[in-house]
């Protein structure tokens, strides 16, 4: 298939212009893990000769990983840190993963709506469609739904018929469980191999469920270290279909601030489905919110509730497959995407 280079190029100037000094370098893969299209940054930082040799070395797991996981050539992205750079990895279409690398030090959030559009864009290039290789600025509040309509469209358009995906999200406080409990879901064998070099891991993955007539799919959106601020945070809670609200049994706060995340996730996605987890329930010595005060609030807020431990996996699955089967519920009649 012959690819449009020079548009992808061009592409890779836009994106290099708006996402600024930070980036390292941008790199377009195709499945096969061949670099088609580099652009490294302007940074001052000098590009060490072996950051692209390291980026494929990284590019080959992960890539193995989305083929074998993504075989059906939905949307899935991740981000990982390693001691000098960070990753941000968006699949572009069935052809190519765009690969976004950053100074160490660097936000990975404002870029992530740019690696989307980027990676839309790079999608219809490798399709053949006409596109523009700009990049628009993105910079204020009023830009924030286009983007998020760009990113549920992209998502939706991949969806084959008689399957769904929909956008999961976390929320609760730091360090409540919600990283581990999407790692513990969603099978860490990766992360058992690749722990020590790419240290923190996944942001988004999606998931299918045995014993289920119908698939269910989701893109789990995890929040990491952004939470306190407000603007970006309400761009990655919007849109969302399912989610996950999660307090430490542990800690009296955090079972406190689940109902303000209610409101909040509610407001800008007020169709959610939402399940409430009670994690960390391994720690049976420290605990002090106890099941009937779990049910209490579920209640009250009238969502499911189940009680889990990342740390040993119990009823992990089960909390998923939960928010799974409500949302068969709710859409199995639903008109195909
Ligand atoms: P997040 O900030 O909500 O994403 O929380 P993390 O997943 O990063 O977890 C915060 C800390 O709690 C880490 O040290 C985890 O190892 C620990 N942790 C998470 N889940 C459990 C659990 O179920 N039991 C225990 N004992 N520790 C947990
Ligand atoms: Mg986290």
């Known amino acids: ?26 790199l377009i ?9 580099t652009l490294k940054g302007s940074s001052e930082v000098e590009v060490e000769e072996d950051v692209i040799g390291g980026v494929s070395a990284l590019v080959e797991p992960v890539l193995t990983r989305i083929t074998e996981e993504f075989s059906s ?39 992530f709506p740019y690696a989307y559009l980027a990676a839309e864009k790079i999608s219809r290039i490798f399709d053949g469609r006409t596109v523009s290789p700009v990049i628009p ?22 969806i084959k018929s008689g399957e769904y995906a929909y956008k999961l999200i976390l929320g609760g406080e730091g360090g409540v469980g919600k990283t581990s409990m999407v790692h513990r ?31 269910v799919r989701f893109v789990i959106w995890d929040l990491a270290g952004q939470a306190q601020f407000k603007r970006v945070r309400q761009t990655y809670l ?14 009296q706060d955090t079972f406190e601030s689940i109902e303000s995340w209610f409101k909040e996730i509610k407001s800008v996605s007020p169709n959610i ?39 040993t996996g119990e009823n992990i699955n089960d909390a998923f497959k939960m928010l799974a089967l409500q949302m068969i519920k709710r859409y199995a009649f639903a008109e195909e995407v």
């Open 1 to 26: 298939m012959s690819v449009d280079r020079k548009k992808l190029e061009a592409l890779l100037q836009w994106y290099k212009q708006e996402i600024g000094e930070n980036l390292i370098v941008a």
């Open 29 to 37: 893969v195709n499945r096969e893990g061949l670099v088609m299209a």
């Open 73 to 111: 050539g939905s949307f899935g992205t991740g981000t990982f840190d390693t001691e000098d750079h960070r990753f941000i990895f968006c699949e572009a279409g069935p052809e190519a993963i765009f690969v976004t690398v950053l100074n160490s030090i660097a936000m990975v959030d404002p870029v």
């Open 137 to 158: 600025k993105l910079i204020s509040d009023d830009i924030t739904p286009k983007i998020e309509r760009k990113v549920d469209k992209l998502q939706k358009i991949k």
């Open 185 to 215: 879901f969603v099978e860490d064998s990766f992360q058992a191999d690749y722990k020590s070099t790419i240290g923190t891991s996944i942001m988004k993955k999606e998931c299918e469920f045995e014993g289920l007539e119908s698939r």
């Open 238 to 251: 919007g849109n969302a279909e399912v989610g996950i609200l999660v307090y430490d049994v542990t800690s």
């Open 273 to 311: 489905s939402l399940i409430l987890v009670g994690n960390k329930i391994d720690l049976e010595e420290k605990r002090i919110i106890y099941t009937e005060k779990g049910e209490e609030l579920s209640k009250k807020l009238k969502l499911s509730y189940i009680e889990t431990s990342a740390k």
